[in-house]
């Protein structure tokens, strides 16, 4: 993420760095360090959302969106899965299309840890299986499914509020081609999954 920030102007952070890097800053909490944790952040994001019947009158690159979808965690034992499973499951359902399909995706890595989590959540691989997506540069830009080319919560900030849109604007970005450096070629079908109340 810190690679990916490096390259977004809009990022707060960003950096070539090593693991030895991010093991070797201050420790916050075992085994979380400085460089894994998601600065506080200023910023503010904005989008605008037409029916189809205005649409037909923007002159502008419209993004699609196939589905959005809210979840909450239940205790309830016969509900399988927590929220980024259920909501991204349901997801794929509305829009037709599966984990697979992807062309890149922006998660909520408020902590490094939480990224390889969603990776299992969102069904970008099985459970157990998130931190070999990292070994084998999958999720780096020019991977198989690039994750957080924004350089993501860690890298780009984190302004809470304006969290969730700043990764909608990264997503919009690829799809219009209008990334930089960062663009994913031929970038198609984008994910964003956010966490928070």
């Known amino acids: 993420n810190y690679r990916h920030g490096a390259a977004n102007p809009l990022a707060q952070f960003g950096a070539q760095v090593t693991a030895a890097d ?10 979380l360090t400085l460089m894994m944790c998601s600065p506080f952040s200023d910023g503010a994001a904005a989008a605008v959302l037409v029916s189809g019947e205005m649409l037909e009158r923007c002159t502008g690159r419209p993004v699609e969106v196939l589905a959005s979808v809210i979840a909450s965690g239940s205790r309830d034992p016969k509900v399988e899965g927590n929220a980024v499973v259920k909501a991204s499951r349901r997801a794929y359902e509305i829009a037709g299309v599966g984990p697979a399909d992807l062309s890149m995706v922006e998660v909520h890595d408020a902590v490094a840890p939480a990224e390889v989590w969603e990776y299992e959540d969102l069904g970008l691989v099985a459970v157990g299986d998130g931190p070999k997506l990292v070994a084998e540069g999958a999720t780096s830009l020019g991977g198989r499914i690039p994750v957080n080319p924004s350089g993501g919560l860690v890298a780009r900030g984190h302004p809470i509020g304006a969290t969730g849109l700043g990764q909608i604007h990264e997503a919009v970005c690829q799809l219009r081609g209008q990334a930089g450096v960062r663009q994913i070629p031929d970038a198609r079908l984008a994910l964003t999954q956010n966490a928070g109340g």
């Open 22 to 31: 991010v093991l070797a800053s201050r420790a916050i909490i075992d085994p």
